[in-house]
């Protein structure tokens, strides 16, 4: 059931007319309820003859003809309301075309006003995507298009000339062994772009995407990663001048994983290392009073999870032996755990040798992927905003938002 405004609610029309802020020649015609649904709709037109700017030159023309268009504006009281509008087409005859009028009220081929669009984005920055679509009472797939379109024209927008220096790595983008991978800019810790997977396709997936954005790959020196296959034959074909670093990070992991090999071995003939795992993995200066006597009891003694992590304090020291004898010292703790006797050392000695030079290039390059452990906590942020997100590219469009902090315009929009 819809009913018309009387001439006694003037007051109502007069309010509605300064909240959507109009201009010549747009005027707000009448205003109807619908009772059922329970919305406002607002009925905007032109008078004849009126004179409207031609979107490619400015010229200003007669409307040709006119195109019935809806959007959503932003609620009032709590009721939906709607915008109508004839919106005419020019028939230009300085550039010889028939052009639609862009309205200022909202973008090109949008359903929702502007200031809708803003209060959506101002939502979905704060709260799951899924729980904002509820408050606003649309469905979550037009809200996402929304959210991409502003994240998409934040991201065209960002600056890759000065980019030299990426670090990449893989995180979890659900469960089942799903990943994205995220490229980095080091020096300004912005994450420049993230794709699907982890194998070396997305190498040539950000040498396409730089591509595009006009960057020559040779400008790319310098490469983080992992110790990862893929990572590497990825930055070597794709990116042949750049060098690669090994992240410190990911070295010491691999070493931590090595003593736990060991302990674990080791705990069936010594029950005492049962339930000690974490003593030999934390850094001694994080360990509580007790656990730090327990672990000195344990490390003097004659035990090959002692002589490890012996091997991993030593590996520890690299990272702070001065540059010219780093070379010199990395050779030698290759050879003490060569000579170790503890297997899982041994294998390790293999691939710390293998890896030697991007190990060493740190004492060039000083890149980790610290600044990517961050990046992951955001990650998991978005994905909880992303709950629900349906596809891969909603959760990567949450990231750029996420981790970049995007500064869109319409995130600090006053709500009418």
């Known amino acids: 059931m819809w009913s018309s405004m009387s001439s006694s609610d003037n007051l109502i029309a007069e309010m509605f007319k300064v909240a959507l802020e109009l201009e010549e020649p747009w005027k707000l015609t009448h205003i109807e309820y619908d009772e059922k649904d329970e919305a406002w709709h607002l009925f905007i037109d032109f008078e004849r003859g009126s004179l409207f700017a031609c979107p490619n030159c400015g010229t200003a023309c007669k409307a040709y003809d006119a195109e019935k268009k809806q959007w959503r504006h932003l609620d009032f009281w709590n009721w939906k309301t709607y915008m109508h509008a004839r919106v005419p087409r020019t028939e230009c005859l300085n550039c010889n075309k028939v052009t639609l009028v862009p309205v200022k009220w909202s ?3 949008s359903h929702f006003t502007l200031k809708f669009d803003a209060w ?6 704060e709260m799951p ?12 797939t037009r809200l996402w298009r929304i959210f991409h379109y502003y994240v998409d024209q ?3 927008g960002l600056d890759l ?21 995220l490229f980095v800019d080091v020096d300004t810790k912005t994450v420049l772009f993230a794709t699907e997977g982890k194998g070396k396709d997305t190498l040539t997936r950000f040498k396409q ?46 070493v931590n994983e090595a ?15 049962k339930r000690t795992k974490y003593l030999w993995l934390k850094n001694e200066t994080n360990l509580k009073e007790k656990q730090k006597e327990e672990l000195q009891g344990l490390k003097d003694s004659n035990l090959k999870t002692g002589r490890a992590y012996r091997l991993k304090l ?34 390790l000695a293999k691939t710390v040798k293998k890896h030697e030079e991007g190990i060493l290039r740190w004492f060039h390059s000083r890149m980790t992927n610290g600044l990517l452990e961050g990046i992951n906590g955001l990650v998991q942020a978005a994905k909880q905003k992303a709950r629900g997100y349906r596809n891969v590219q909603n959760l990567i469009a949450m990231v750029y938002m996420t981790a970049n902090k995007l500064r869109l315009p319409m995130l600090s929009a006053r709500r009418s």
């Open 161 to 181: 000339s000065q980019v030299k220096r990426i670090a990449v790595d893989e995180t979890s983008s659900r469960r089942g062994h799903r990943y994205i991978t």
């Open 154 to 156: 934040a991201m065209a």
């Open 129 to 140: 995507v899924n729980a904002a679509a509820w408050e606003l009472r649309e469905h979550d």
């Open 209 to 254: 995407h730089l591509l595009e954005k006009g960057v020559e790959t040779a400008r790319i020196k310098e490469f983080c990663c992992d110790m990862s296959t893929a990572f590497i034959s990825g930055v070597e074909e794709q990116f042949p001048k750049a060098e690669i670093t090994f992240d410190k990070f990911h070295v010491m992991m691999l």
């Open 259 to 273: 003593v736990d090999d060991v302990r674990k071995a080791e705990q069936k003939e010594a029950p005492q290392l």
């Open 120 to 125: 959506a984005m101002r939502l979905m920055a």
């Open 314 to 347: 030593a590996m520890q020291e690299l990272w702070t032996t001065p540059h010219l004898l780093a070379d010199v010292y990395l050779r030698e703790w290759i050879g003490w755990a060569r000579r170790s006797q503890l297997e899982p050392m041994m294998d």
């Open 107 to 109: 973008r090109s081929k």
